[in-house]
Nanobody, 123 residues
Framework: VQLQASGGGVVQAGGSVTLSCDVS??????IGWFRQAPGKEREFVSS????????YYADSVKGRFTISRDNVRNTLHLQMNSLKPGDTAVYYC???????????????????WGQGTQVTVSS
């Protein structure tokens, strides 16, 4: 199983970035994004069900970020708009072997992790 995140970079406040995560070796997986800022714990950002029918967001990103998936290409995306300096973090994609039982999952709900991609929002 491999998850490969990409798409991070430096962006000005108010700008947009799209993250991608290529997944191999898994079928029927719920998947999501977490982020970790320096000195802080890794926190939930968004998740999407295996069929793509349902998506969930942390309150801090709701209305600004959009999660999507392409089950043909086995990729996950996170469209991030109206970025703020507080969004600066390393972003990780993570996959769960089964259906998530919560709309606010924690790190322990996921079984596989990508390596992370840095997003820096300058003011």
């Amino acid at each position: 199983v491999q998850l490969q995140a990409s798409g991070g970079g430096v962006v000005q406040a108010g700008g947009s970035v799209t993250l991608s995560c290529d997944v191999s070796g898994l079928n029927n997986w719920d998947i999501g994004w977490f982020r970790q800022a320096p000195g802080k714990e890794r926190e939930f950002v968004s998740s999407i069900t295996s069929t793509g029918d349902y998506a969930y967001y942390a309150d801090s990103v709701k209305g600004r970020f959009t999660i999507s998936r392409d089950n043909v290409r086995n990729t996950l995306h996170l469209q991030m708009n109206s970025l703020k300096p507080g969004d600066t973090a390393v972003y990780y994609c993570a996959a769960a072997l089964g259906a998530l039982a919560t709309t606010r999952p924690t790190t322990s709900d996921f079984d596989y992790w990508g390596q992370g991609t840095q997003v820096t929002v300058s003011s």
